[in-house]
């Protein structure tokens, strides 16, 4: 073999190599420098650390197997928290076919007032008093999705201004939707 073809095939050969390497070197350093969405499709905070609601002093016997989405009140309740909670009473209302794997709970210090039960459905709605457990653990005007075992899925934090409250009732109804959609239970 002449000098000339054994350069053409060294030539040959490292092209074959950097053909099947350099994707492999471009995926790893993708995937470290973060270049890309991971593709999030989400609403709310996901729950990193496990949190039943047994540690939130409710029992989950209670609820029959459904899912939960448990809003906390702020103990002041004004104009904003009425809006609040009728994003809320929407977005469950707006689950349409689903509504009865749900069961919405109102969690409030004191007990509802008669123009909150009024914005909410109270044939649909439970309303719990708070404990000091779950003040603990959940932040005011926070909405807790919880499976039907007692494990809380997500968090959606309600918005303070009256604009954001559409987005918000969107965020937290899509989010249901997928996890009813692609749940066996409840």
């Known amino acids: 073999m002449s000098e000339e073809n054994v350069q053409k095939s060294r030539r040959n050969l490292l092209l074959v190599i950097a053909v099947f390497a350099v994707p492999i070197v471009l995926a790893k350093l993708a995937l470290e420098q973060q270049w890309f969405n991971y593709g999030v499709t989400n609403k709310g905070q996901l729950e990193e650390q496990p949190l039943h609601i047994s540690s939130l002093g409710l029992n989950v016997d209670e609820f029959d197997k459904k899912w939960l989405m448990i809003y906390r009140l702020p103990t002041n309740c004004d104009k904003l928290c009425l809006q609040q909670m009728m994003s809320v009473n929407n977005t469950f209302i707006a689950l349409g076919k689903e509504t009865p794997r749900v069961k919405p709970i109102a969690m409030s210090v004191d007990a509802l007032t008669e123009q909150q039960q009024k914005q909410l459905t109270a044939t649909q709605w439970l ?41 918000f009732g969107k965020a937290v109804l899509s989010d249901m939707k997928k996890l009813l959609k692609y749940s066996k239970i409840g």
């Open 127 to 167: 309303s719990l008093s708070e404990n000091e457990q779950f003040q603990q653990q959940v932040d005011a005007t926070q909405l807790l999705i919880v499976d039907p075992l007692g494990n809380v899925v997500m968090r959606h934090t309600a918005p303070v201004k009256t604009e954001l409250l559409p987005p």
